[in-house]
T-cell receptor, first 116, second 112 residues
């Protein structure tokens, strides 16, 4: 069975602070895919990134960066110089390859509040 | 390219009734997945359809069912509604090339 753990239930920061959201996963699959989604108050899940299990290269996209470490089964997400618009619930998710790619296992989510 | 659309956006039903939710995937996506989101249980996978066949199934009772049409549009049905079925139901479509799953705005179901 697959499992995703986001230990931080809520994080509160002041604008311009850097913040890291933690994600730890469990899977027996050798090929798997990790995701981060953002859910603003409107409710729609917004896709942020996908990472393959065979690609441990870190990625940066603007103020967002992701650190994938297979040795610790972690896929952490950092927002640099946070902004009020970053306030949302962030979910980490996992799926296997093959015919199971349509089934995502989500973590419980981290509520991020950025204060002005 | 149009995103995933879901109808209706809001629904109020009475316990014991049944409900049907609809989802239209991104053009070209043949995989459609359904999820239930509640404050207590979080985001839980219901089922996935691919080429009109249920390919993956979550751990939900048989009252929850779905189907997919030849144009990849999907419907989800919940029969004999219970108060605990009140939730945000999210539909997503997946690109088989990238495995990236994109979500619709959701249908918020309230059971009274």
């Amino acid at each position: 069975a697959q499992k995703v753990t986001q230990a931080q239930t809520e994080i509160s920061v002041v604008e311009k602070e850097d913040v890291t959201l933690d994600c730890v996963y469990e899977t027996r699959d050798t090929t798997y895919y990790l995701f981060w989604y953002k859910q603003p108050p409107s409710g729609e899940l917004v896709f942020l990134i996908r990472r393959n299990s065979f690609d441990e290269q870190n990625e940066i996209s603007g103020r967002y960066s992701w650190n994938f470490q297979k040795s610790t089964s972690s896929f952490n997400f950092t927002i640099t110089a946070s902004q009020v618009v970053d306030s949302a619930v962030y979910f980490c998710a996992l799926t296997g390859g093959g015919t199971s790619y349509g089934k995502l296992t989500f973590g419980q989510g981290t509520i991020l509040t950025v204060h002005p | 390219k149009a995103g995933v659309t879901q109808t209706p956006r809001y629904l109020i039903k009475t316990r014991g009734q049944q409900v049907t939710l609809s989802c239209s995937p991104i053009s070209g996506h043949r995989s459609v997945s359904w999820y239930q989101q509640t404050p207590g249980q979080g985001l839980q996978f219901l089922f996935e359809y691919f080429s009109e066949t249920q390919r993956n199934k979550g751990n939900f009772p048989g009252r929850f069912s779905g189907r997919q049409f030849s144009n990849s549009r999907s419907e989800m049905n919940v029969s004999t509604l219970e108060l605990g079925d009140s939730a945000l139901y999210l539909c997503a479509s997946t690109s088989y090339r990238s495995y990236e799953q994109y979500f619709g705005p959701g249908t918020r179901l309230t059971v009274t």
